[in-house]
């Protein structure tokens, strides 16, 4: 069955500074990647997933990923990071025919001024 | 509506009671999830919808949970005789089918048992 890690359970940068959020997977084929944010008291919302192609993808509010096969990550980036992107980030990986999602535990980001 | 609702946002029960928790997917989109996020925990799968498909109900905890989608839309999970462990926010998506389709999620229903 595939599984996601995310190493790290709480992260804090200054404002301006870049990021970086790891995420591992594990699975036999290649997978399809998500990064979602969660704000306090909200839903998710999806920053950018990864089907196939270039292995480095854009999303929105600056951030980006890069699929890596050889060491199965899709660690997520920005260089410069907002005070309102202090939030949890969730790594998923979706895989077969089926669309449901294994989640990672989240990496939680904090942002000081 | 633009995007997934659920409802209640908020609810607080008495364990042993049994709740009901709505979700309203996007139009269109054939294939609805519900998933809990339990406090300190990552987002943990429970039952997944595809059309007229038989569900995939491999996640649910217990046989306290089901769910069930009428006519293709509008889902309900309910949680019989719950328990403090149930506990969590509750949340639902959905997406178009095929996979690796944007999975679009609700903002939830944080359920309290007391």
């Known amino acids: 069955a595939q599984s996601v890690t995310q190493p790290d359970i709480h992260i804090t940068v200054s404002e301006g500074a870049s990021l970086e959020l790891r995420c591992n997977y594990s699975?036999?084929?290649?997978?399809?990647l998500f990064w979602y944010v969660q704000s306090p008291g909200q839903g998710l919302q999806l920053l950018l997933k990864y089907f196939s192609g270039d292995t480095l993808v854009q999303g929105i509010k600056g951030f980006e990923a890069e699929f890596k096969r050889s060491q199965s990550s899709f660690n997520l980036r920005k260089p410069s990071v907002h005070w309102s992107d202090a939030a949890e980030y969730f790594c998923a990986v979706g895989t077969g025919t089926a669309s449901k999602l294994t989640f990672g535990t989240g990496t939680r980001l904090q942002v000081t001024l | 509506g633009a995007g997934v609702s659920q409802s209640p946002s908020n609810k607080v029960t008495e364990k042993g009671k049994d709740v009901e928790l709505r979700c309203d997917p996007i139009?269109?989109?054939?294939?609805l999830y519900w998933y809990r996020q339990s406090l300190g925990q990552g987002l943990e799968f429970l039952i997944y919808?595809?059309?007229?498909?038989?569900?995939?109900k491999s996640g649910l905890p217990s046989d306290r949970f089901s769910a069930e989608r009428t006519g293709g839309s509008v889902s309900t999970l309910t949680i019989q005789r719950t328990q403090q462990e149930d506990s969590a926010v509750y949340l639902c998506?959905?997406?178009?089918?095929?996979?690796?389709?944007?999975?679009?999620f609700g903002e939830g229903s944080w359920l309290t048992v007391v």
């Open positions: 998506a959905s997406s178009q089918a095929g996979a690796g389709n944007t999975i679009y």
């Open positions: 919808f595809q059309g007229n498909s038989a569900p995939d």
């Open positions: 699975y036999g084929a290649t997978p399809y």
């Open positions: 139009s269109g989109h054939t294939a």
